[in-house]
């Protein structure tokens, strides 16, 4: 490293953050990228490790291999805590040190999103998210569990309960979820148990909207819904979750006894607006400028989930194309600042659609005007995620793993990883 | 099921148990297999899972998949804690429930064993086994972590002890422990860290006894150490390591500095023999007969590791060959029996020979007066790997894996994966 080269510090390692390093390879800078994990996590395919398709390593790289190949660029495993932006600082946990202070020259946050309750953080202890791998391998533990539990159980309604799983929120993610665990028990775990019958399974999608994946068209919201009912999943809309505990959930005035809740309703953004201590939105995400810096912090971008750009007087949604583009837009102009170039113009987001899959060999899409649901969507959406990628021999596994578990309807990852307390 | 046929109860989906079970599949015998995890590990490639060449679920199947197709087999996932012989009953804790009985006509206990620390059970908090999944998960978060932290270590004697790693035990497990990870951070790791050296990274293998692979003969011993010498691994022979505690080991009467201890030297017995209230040999395993069974109870076999035969004058070794040539011996007895045939001959192992892989490209290999050591043996023992993987899925993959991190020196499941305490 020269130690004259100017430093972007970047606070992330999801899409956002991995694409504003990657455009800075070949600039005139060092980067250092700071991460409280060491990989980099395909978050639309958390479904698939939740439900046994895909292994955690096949939809994870680590940060350092991803960049091992940059020369300018470092990798730091911490917990960002805070931003010191009139000393130019970001403030770090890592190991054992406590608020090691990380001097910028350029800065850009793609801190993300985690899951919000909403204000009721109660629900949290019984309908955990999925956004971390150690979200999904921990749902997968207990989805297996659950079978394996009620294989034993005598008691008609303990079992019944063992046998329904509830998806509250009717977004992308819990479409996908749901539908991926009908598939799962009407296929692999068929065949597997004695006494438990697969059909019993009970598979509620909870929403309090009027339809499923309230972002796509009306005509793909219907022809979700018609092939989530068509694989057996009951469908409750309109109606608030009211209450989750333990043993189940209320959905508006009903009581479903469930020992499976699972969170896909919202997200909260990271704390960068309160590090800042700069304008936010109502959900709290840091309200970012045209280019987007933070007003009278030129030198400091935010990027992806955790910040709220307007475009043609909507807000940008958060997807991980949303994250891409502006974390090499980010990078772009500090490369442009760098090296005494005129600005970018304003950053815009280009839209390439929006995919989402329900079960096997149906998906929807919707892109540029045109919207197909069933096998063609799926072919494209199967084709697009192996693309996305990050590393071709990923791609190479996960295409290999589908064609498998698609042909045989066997999961390679139906394992219970736990810690056991009598060692 | 008909509920006429006799009922085999086998605790233990290790090597012994499986085989066991697959053996009765044409049998006139009802089957129930209870182990405590829901998958079968293929233990000899534990330490691959560790240094991040395999994932775990590339070598462990959920035992219910194994035994899918056997119709007349029944898997239970709890821990088995006694036997009631005089009942004829096994006491199974499954869930939340304590103290199930289940009745067996014949028991097969192939409950195998687990790290020994021989008295010294105050070292087990700071070197950790390498025996289930679970270990071998929790030593890969903790060798990649070691690498982050050293990574953002100013102080050199912490950094020094971050980067040490000893193995306590030279016999298979610790040699190939070792070796991977004088491979690993030659290879894989060299090119992701910016500040820390790979060279100088510290891996000691300590061993009371004069020679490493003692189980070989003295030829091929010297071909181990020579080869881990030559990887840079630190073989320290004939003094007994006398302290372990979170900051190092003392051996001899020198102490290490290391922040990464495993222990990998040797094993106890499941409390088998505690269960059937039988005689023991001086390690705790259950003196068998020649017919596998228990003395006094000729409907109870059991077989493997917690198992303890005498052939020619000698032990039988805890490999997972002698567990796999009883389970199948104890089901065709009991087959045998079932179906009124006069019993088997005396139980014989047949020794196939004994491999210990020494980093990349290299092993020792000892069978039927052979010895060989080097790229040969290291292929052998490769193709013979491959081939007793349970499922055909798994060889592919894992042949394709080693295929790939052969050829480009990368590995596919550097993930640290935890819970996040923020969350």
Redesign the interface.
């Known amino acids: 490293?020269t130690t004259k080269a100017p430093l972007v510090v970047i606070v992330g390692g999801g899409f956002g953050g991995l694409a504003a390093a990657k455009r800075l390879k070949c600039s005139p800078v060092d980067v250092l990228l700071i991460d409280?994990?060491?990989?980099h996590v395909f978050q639309p395919l958390l479904y698939q490790v939740a439900t046994s398709v895909l292994?955690?390593?096949?939809i994870?790289s680590?940060i350092?291999?991803l960049l091992?190949?940059q020369a300018n660029t470092?990798?730091?495993?911490?917990?960002v805590t805070g931003v010191d932006a009139a000393s130019k600082q970001v403030i770090v946990d890592?190991?054992d040190?406590v608020g090691?202070r990380v001097s910028y020259d350029y800065l850009i946050l793609a801190t993300g999103a985690?899951h919000s309750y909403f204000g009721h953080d109660q629900f949290a202890a019984f309908a955990p998210g999925l956004?971390?791998?150690?979200?999904a391998?921990?749902l997968r533990n207990h989805l297996?569990?659950a079978f394996?539990?009620a294989?034993?159980?005598d008691d008609l309604n303990r079992r019944k309960a063992l046998m329904t799983f509830v998806m509250v929120g009717a977004g992308p993610t819990g479409v996908e979820l749901a539908s991926a665990i009908a598939v799962m028990t009407q296929t692999?775990l068929r065949?597997?148990?004695?006494?438990i019958d697969p059909e019993s399974v009970h598979i509620v999608l909870a929403d309090m909207g009027s339809r499923p994946l309230a972002t796509f068209s009306e005509n793909l919201s219907e022809a979700a819904r018609q092939r989530l009912v068509s694989l057996g999943v009951d469908v409750r809309l309109g109606k608030p979750v009211q209450a989750i505990d333990g043993d189940g959930v209320v959905i508006g005035d009903e009581r479903i006894q469930a020992k499976t809740v699972v969170w896909t309703a919202g997200v909260a953004p990271s704390p960068a607006g309160k590090w800042l201590g700069c304008e936010v939105d109502r959900a709290g995400r840091v309200r970012i400028q045209p280019d987007l810096t933070v007003p009278d912090h030129a030198d400091v971008f935010v990027v992806g989930d955790t910040a709220s750009l307007d475009q043609d007087g909507r807000p940008l949604p958060g997807v991980a194309q949303v994250a891409m583009q502006q974390g090499k837009y980010a990078a772009l102009s500090i490369f442009r600042k760098v090296i005494g170039d005129p600005p970018s113009p304003s950053f815009r987001y280009f839209d390439k659609g929006n995919l989402a899959v329900v079960g096997k060999n149906f998906a929807v899409l919707q892109s540029a005007g045109v919207q197909i649901s069933g096998f063609m969507a799926w072919l494209v959406w199967a084709l697009i995620h192996i693309q996305f990628l990050a590393e071709t021999?990923l791609r190479f596994?996960v295409f290999?793993q589908w064609a498998?578990t698609y042909l045989?309807g066997?999961r390679?990852?139906?394992?219970?990883?736990?810690?056991?307390s009598?060692?």
């Open positions: 490293m409280r994990s060491n990989h292994a955690p390593g096949q994870a680590p350092r291999s091992a190949m470092s990798v730091m495993l911490g917990n890592a190991d040190k090691i985690t956004k971390s791998l150690s979200d391998e921990s297996l569990e394996e539990k294989e034993i159980e692999t065949k597997d148990f004695r006494r021999s596994s290999l498998w045989s066997k390679a990852a139906r394992l219970i990883i736990r810690p056991r009598d060692r």
